[in-house]
């Protein structure tokens, strides 16, 4: 191996790369993304919420990024894969004189020892010919706000990174030096067969540790991390059609999984942006309750009971903190359950490809929106199936509803969270009926005491009041809100909630307008922004893809299953390189919004499951007689 002491400073930061051109890895705690061209350009230690230390996709000169490929030569091919069943990443590079490998991945650290430190190691090798590489780490901590120094090892192959809050430790198989950007950097030359190895160390300021290099503890972390990977994802029990998207789905749940409290984030990114320039940029690192019975339906679907059972001691903690009569749920909270999420800016990152305000935070805690109560009864009337709940938990319930009870009525700012006023959203009344109808259901099928008669009138009012005031004759379909000439995806729910059946008249229209109005080819809006309630934001977006899903699914309840298999194999079609899906997708179908998104990784996953049911029934697999 050849050292290349080359000095000159890397200015190739200027660009962006596309949403879609990353890959996740993760530990449990925290993800790094990495993208095609082997640059670490978003990673938050030591969790999920906390302030990033690599941030370039939000502004590729201030963010920080730590970066290793080879010198960049016309016609290079980038390539990324997932080791099988794992989410360890290889970023492939391929030239005419070589073709080089990193291999990334996050050791999962167990035991009381798992907060304190948390690694990012990469690998490096050549696989074919010879070829010339830079490494280039330069954090920018508390997303670019803290200064931080640099110590070097005698032998320069180990510096810290130290800044008021955290340390970084980065430990190399080759000389390092340092750069003019607060960073370090290193040229080297691989030959086939040769590699490098690089680990990267998080940690309080006083609790850092050198990381181990030796060959033997690389191979030792290598196969630890693909071994948990692969046993976890052996647990799965779907065997139905599009298994290796479903399984990525999982792979990537889990990795959106934060191990102390099971609480799932919504995203592991801020700000980047629903539409380019535009001002949809939220912060998505935080739990929220919407997701709650979408996660306990996937996690228990697919057999990870121990997912769905930590999941739902975090909502059993959420039900438990509310003091008196009046106590209302928020719509998310931090992993760790605390409520508040205040929102600011961050003014000096200019944001994904200038698209700014870059938000920490989400002011959309402090909301009103009705319809989480359903969602929060349908996930636990789901886990009640698999597992008893408990007697404090339902005393807690019984409290939500009653409160819901004098409540159900008022305007909210709905499941699209909007920022120009509250309105009488049909899925937040919707979303209220489903709460009474699962408490009913888990109150007889438990034999837990409950004011049935009550609960019964005030879900009949409810359902009544659906039909008479949310549907609107003049378009022939059930709108956003009352009074409104607007449709909204949302209304699909109204199937898969069992609030209505597929073929009923009403519901069939209503799917024919939301096609008519919504839906692209196989992609679905959200709502139009000029035509429903004011969002407060006004610029357009891109396909919601939790909507897209939700409308092959829609399809395949509805009988039309051949259309549903041809829309969601449409779907699966938009999943990036290595299978992950941003929130929304664009016009050209590039990913829009934070990445990667649990909410369309798990309306996947219940897409998959239900348009395979339907076609199993109407195409059951034939049985032969052997003689």
């Given at each position: 191996?050849?050292?290349?002491?080359q000095?000159?400073p890397?200015?190739?930061?200027?660009?962006?790369?596309?949403?879609e051109?990353?890959?996740?890895?993760?530990?449990?705690h925290?993800?790094?993304?990495?993208?095609?061209?082997g640059?670490?350009?978003?990673c938050?230690?030591?969790r999920?919420?906390?302030?990033?230390?690599?941030g370039?996709?939000?502004d590729?000169?201030?963010?920080?990024y730590?970066?290793?490929?080879?010198?960049?030569t016309?016609?290079?091919?980038?390539?990324?894969?997932y080791?099988?069943?794992?989410?360890?990443?290889?970023?492939?590079?391929?030239t005419?004189?070589?073709?080089?490998?990193?291999?990334?991945?996050m050791?999962?650290?167990r035991?009381?020892?798992?907060?304190?430190?948390?690694?990012?190691?990469?690998?490096?090798?050549?696989?074919?010919?010879?070829?010339?590489?830079?490494?280039?780490?330069?954090?920018?901590?508390?997303?670019?706000?803290?200064?931080?120094?640099?110590?070097f090892?005698?032998?320069k192959?180990?510096?810290?990174?130290?800044?008021?809050?955290?340390?970084?430790?980065?430990?190399?198989?080759i000389?390092?030096?340092s750069?003019?950007?607060g960073?370090?950097?290193?040229?080297?030359t691989?030959?086939q067969?040769?590699?490098?190895?690089?680990?990267?160390?998080?940690?309080?300021?006083?609790?850092?540790?050198?990381?181990?290099?030796?060959?033997?503890h690389?191979?030792?972390?290598?196969?630890?991390?693909?071994?948990?990977?692969?046993?976890?994802l052996?647990q799965?029990?779907?065997?139905?059609?599009?298994?290796?998207?479903v399984?990525?789905?999982?792979?990537?749940?889990?990795?959106?999984?934060?191990?102390?409290?099971g609480?799932?984030v919504?995203?592991p990114?801020?700000?980047?942006p629903?539409?380019?320039?535009?001002?949809?940029?939220w912060?998505y690192?935080?739990?929220?309750?919407?997701?709650?019975?979408?996660?306990?339906?996937?996690?228990?679907?697919l057999?990870?009971?121990?997912?769905a059972e930590?999941?739902?001691?975090?909502?059993?903690?959420?039900?438990?903190?509310?003091?008196?009569?009046?106590?209302?749920l928020q719509?998310?909270?931090?992993?760790?359950?605390?409520?508040?999420?205040?929102?600011?800016?961050?003014?000096?990152l200019?944001?994904?490809k200038?698209?700014g305000p870059?938000?920490?935070?989400?002011?959309?805690?402090?909301?009103?929106?009705?319809?989480?109560?359903?969602?929060?009864?349908?996930?636990?009337?789901?886990?009640?199936?698999?597992?008893?709940?408990?007697?404090?938990?339902?005393?807690?319930?019984c409290?939500?509803?009653?409160?819901?009870?004098?409540?159900w009525y008022?305007?909210?700012?709905?499941?699209w969270?909007?920022r120009?006023?509250?309105?009488?959203?049909?899925?937040?009344?919707?979303?209220?009926?489903?709460?009474?109808?699962?408490?009913?259901?888990?109150?007889?099928?438990?034999?837990?005491?409950a004011p049935?008669?009550?609960?019964?009138?005030?879900?009949?009012?409810?359902?009544?009041?659906i039909?008479?005031?949310?549907?609107?004759?003049?378009?022939?379909?059930?709108v956003?809100?009352?009074?409104s000439?607007?449709?909204?995806?949302?209304?699909?729910?109204?199937?898969?909630?069992?609030?209505?059946?597929?073929?009923?008249?009403r519901?069939?229209?209503?799917?024919?307008?939301?096609?008519?109005?919504?839906?692209?080819?196989?992609?679905?809006?959200?709502?139009h922004p000029?035509?429903?309630?004011n969002?407060?934001?006004?610029?357009?977006?891109?396909?919601?893809?939790?909507?897209?899903?939700?409308?092959?699914?829609?399809?395949?309840?509805?009988?039309?299953?051949?259309?549903?298999?041809?829309?969601?194999?449409?779907?699966?079609?938009?999943?990036?390189?290595?299978?992950?899906?941003?929130e929304?997708?664009?016009?050209?179908?590039?990913?829009?919004?934070?990445?990667?998104?649990?909410?369309?990784h798990?309306?996947?996953?219940?897409?998959?499951?239900?348009?395979?049911?339907a076609?199993?029934?109407?195409h059951?697999t034939?049985?032969?007689?052997?003689f």
């Open positions: 191996m050849a050292i290349d002491q000095t000159t890397d200015r190739s930061r200027a660009g962006y790369l596309p949403i051109d990353y890959a996740v890895i993760g530990d449990l925290t993800v790094a993304l990495i993208g095609k061209n640059s670490i350009d978003w938050c230690l030591p999920f919420d906390a302030p990033s230390v690599f370039a996709m939000l590729a000169q201030k963010g920080g730590f970066k290793i490929a080879p010198q960049e016309p016609g290079m091919g980038h390539k990324q894969i080791l099988p069943e794992t989410n360890i990443l290889v970023t492939r590079f391929l005419v004189d070589g073709v080089a490998e990193i291999t990334d991945f050791p999962i650290k035991g009381r020892r798992s907060h304190r430190q948390h690694h990012i190691v990469r690998s490096v090798s050549v696989v074919r010919g010879s070829l010339s590489f830079e490494m280039a780490c330069r954090p920018a901590f508390n997303y670019g706000r803290d200064e931080h120094t640099l110590t090892s005698d032998d192959d180990g510096v810290i990174f130290r800044s008021p809050n955290l340390c970084l430790a980065l430990i190399a198989s000389p390092m030096q750069d003019d950007d960073g370090v950097r290193a040229h080297f691989l030959h067969g040769q590699s490098a190895r690089f680990v990267l160390a998080g940690a309080d300021s006083d609790d850092i540790e050198p990381p181990d290099l030796s060959e033997a690389y191979r030792s972390d290598f196969q630890e991390t693909m071994t948990y990977w692969q046993n976890w052996s799965c029990q779907y065997q139905g059609r599009w298994r290796e998207m399984q990525r789905s999982a792979l990537v749940l889990k990795l959106l999984t934060y191990a102390p409290t609480a799932i919504a995203a990114t801020t700000s980047l629903e539409t380019l320039g535009g001002t949809r940029n912060d690192r935080y739990t929220w309750l919407r997701d709650a019975a979408f996660s306990l339906y996937s996690l228990l679907t057999g990870f009971t121990q997912e930590a999941f739902m001691g975090w909502l059993d903690a959420r039900c438990h903190e509310l003091k008196g009569d009046h106590a209302m719509p998310m909270y931090t992993i760790d359950g605390k409520h508040d999420l205040t929102e600011f800016t961050l003014d000096h200019e944001g994904y200038k698209s870059v938000r920490i935070g989400n002011g959309a805690y402090s909301q009103v929106q009705l319809d989480i109560y359903g969602e929060l009864m349908d996930a636990i009337y789901i886990y009640n199936r698999y597992a008893a709940i408990s007697y404090d938990l339902w005393e807690n319930l409290r939500l509803l009653n409160w819901l009870q004098d409540n008022r305007p909210d700012e709905g499941i969270e909007v120009g006023g509250a309105k009488p959203f049909v899925h937040s009344r919707l979303m209220s009926w489903v709460a009474f109808d699962r408490g009913l259901r888990i109150a007889r099928h438990r034999g837990l005491p049935v008669d009550d609960w019964t009138r005030t879900s009949a009012k409810i359902y009544q009041e039909m008479e005031k949310g549907w609107n004759e003049k378009i022939d379909s059930f956003q809100y009352y009074g000439d607007a449709v909204d995806a949302s209304s699909l729910l109204m199937i898969l909630t069992k609030f209505a059946g597929p073929q009923d008249p519901i069939l229209k209503t799917v024919r307008r939301i096609q008519r109005d919504l839906s692209t080819d196989s992609l679905v809006y959200r709502y000029k035509k429903a309630a969002d407060g934001l006004g610029s357009l977006e891109g396909t919601f893809s939790p909507c897209s899903f939700w409308m092959a699914e829609t399809l395949a309840h509805a009988g039309r299953v051949q259309e549903a298999r041809l829309m969601l194999e449409k779907m699966l079609s938009y999943a990036n390189h290595v299978g992950l899906y941003a929304e997708i664009g016009p050209t179908g590039e990913a829009l919004g934070n990445f990667p998104q649990a909410f369309t798990l309306s996947l996953i219940t897409a998959c499951y239900n348009v395979d049911q076609l199993n029934r109407t059951p034939p049985s032969y007689t052997f």
